[in-house]
């Protein structure tokens, strides 16, 4: 399995010959999802989900499937088979990839604001993707992409998170919002080896940037 960092919360993930693609929003270059089998969506806003990109993506390719919550299932109303709305407890398969869905809400930004659904997706029973939210997958992950930096962020909740799902490895993501020295310090100085220990070999990928994911 290989993974390709995209622009903020979007990655590529290719293998045996299927390509899958998460959250490939506005902070996100158009050329990411070409030639995916599969878009994987985790919430409806829009650093994560870009509805016009997504539509032109569908017309431009017939074999083009999507999975993703029902509320974003919605706004893409009309497009039949195409698109198939799912939730927590749920698994399906593109190309012998096996997918699972984790997690129901995204992450509480403030009181006043309602939350908005949002799933996670655990690719090939080795890479957790979980959106916007600080979702436990209930399993062992091999990899999990931590979103670093957001309106509903705090950085020791991203380090408990770490020790709570136990990955061998973190990749950081949702990063747009960070300067050079804010994914060093949130990073390098907190997540990785210099912070206070999380058992996790904590990597950034900049945008284009591949790594094999072997399940070791």
């Known amino acids: 399995m290989r993974l390709t960092k995209c622009g903020h919360a979007c990655v590529r993930i290719e293998q045996d010959g299927t390509t899958l693609v998460i959250d490939p929003g506005l902070f996100t270059e158009p ?12 919430h409806e806003h829009w650093d994560h989900f870009a509805e016009e990109r997504v539509r032109a993506a569908l017309a431009a390719d ?3 499937r999507i999975w993703t919550n029902p509320v974003v299932a919605h706004q893409l109303a009309g497009l039949g088979p195409r698109i198939t709305a799912v939730g927590e407890g749920d698994a399906f398969e593109v190309g012998g990839i096996e997918v699972s869905v984790h997690g ?9 604001v309602p939350q908005v ?3 996670g997706f655990l690719v090939g029973g080795r890479l957790f993707h979980p959106g916007d939210a600080l979702t436990l ?3 062992a992950v091999d990899t999990l992409m931590v979103p670093l930096a957001g309106p509903w ?7 408990d998170y770490l020790r709570a799902v136990g990955p061998a490895r973190a990749l950081g993501m949702h990063e747009a919002m960070l300067s050079e020295i804010g994914l060093m310090v949130t ?3 907190w997540l990785g ?4 220990g999380t058992g996790t070999d904590y990597r950034y990928l900049t945008v284009g940037e591949s790594l094999e994911l072997t399940g070791e």
């Open 31 to 42: 050329e990411a999802v070409r030639g995916a089998d599969a878009l994987l969506i985790t």
């Open 62 to 64: 017939p074999g083009l």
């Open 104 to 112: 129901q809400w995204h992450e509480l930004i403030h009181p006043d």
């Open 117 to 119: 659904a949002n799933v």
């Open 137 to 139: 997958p209930g399993c």
């Open 153 to 159: 962020t705090r950085t020791g909740d991203l380090i």
């Open 187 to 189: 990073g390098e100085n």
């Open 193 to 196: 080896a210099k912070g206070p």
